[in-house]
């Protein structure tokens, strides 16, 4: 089972709304990463938790708060978001945080189109 | 400063032949290879991977080749089906800066069309 879920699937949120994205793993993988995708772009990396805590933030507005409930669970804490905020965002595991090998097979989920009115 | 550049932004194929995707790279610290698959509101789908001690990895219709000394990886999809249509990606894995830690650097991707 190679499977990531994402919740919601879509999301309108106005710039004063907080909301919530959702993203779950039964892989038993030690790592998880957001990233946010805009149309006809790469991926960009967010944010990476490696063992339940966060080891990278790419620098990401802090209108954005990751958190890592336990090694199967990440949310991402939306709140006073902007326009150009909307974009699809994805979640993604792999083995182990650690680079080379196998440990960097990451599995990506559906992701949540995100819109920001 | 794109570590991993994708210069073809499409390619089209008629079913039955080959693809042929195309990756270059300018770190020479990247030491493993990826290639994911995406359809439109999907996340992108791992697809084949290659470790930088090999020079060739292969997984049914889809090999992947790597030449380290020109930094160049390609994939070949043989034969091609109207399935395969997609956006591609290639990635690259190094060690974060100061860290164990590993992250990727992607391409900005090739839409593939195979056309019947």
């Known amino acids: 089972d190679t499977e990531v879920t994402q919740t919601p699937k879509h999301l309108v949120m106005g710039m004063t709304n907080k909301k919530s994205l959702k993203c779950e793993q039964h892989m038993g993988h030690r790592a998880m990463y957001w990233y946010k995708q805009k149309a006809k772009k790469p991926p960009e990396l967010m944010f990476v938790?490696?063992?339940?805590?966060?080891?990278i933030n790419e620098s990401v507005p802090s209108r954005f708060s990751p958190e890592c409930p336990n090694s199967s669970l990440l949310n991402l804490h939306l709140h006073a978001l902007q326009p150009e905020d909307s974009a699809l965002y994805l979640c993604?595991?792999?083995?182990?945080?650690?680079?080379?090998?196998?440990?960097?097979?990451?599995?990506f989920g559906p992701g949540t189109r995100l819109t920001v009115t | 400063d794109q570590q991993v550049k994708q210069n073809s932004p499409s390619l089209s194929v008629q079913e039955g032949r080959i693809s042929i995707l195309n990756c270059d790279y300018t770190n020479s610290m990247f030491d493993y290879f990826l290639w994911y698959k995406k359809y439109p509101a999907e996340g992108p789908t791992f697809l084949i991977s290659?470790?930088?001690?090999?020079d060739k990895n292969e997984d049914g219709r889809f090999t992947v080749f790597l030449n380290k000394s020109a930094k160049h990886l390609s994939l070949h999809i043989v034969p091609s089906q109207p399935g395969d249509s997609a956006v591609y990606f290639c990635a690259a894995s190094t060690f974060v800066r100061g860290s164990t830690l590993g992250r990727l650097y992607f391409g900005r991707g090739t839409q593939l069309t195979v056309w019947p």
């Open positions: 993604a595991s792999s083995q182990g945080p650690a680079a080379g090998q196998g440990n960097n097979e990451q599995y």
């Open positions: 290659i470790s930088s001690i090999k």
């Open positions: 938790y490696s063992y339940e805590k966060l080891s």
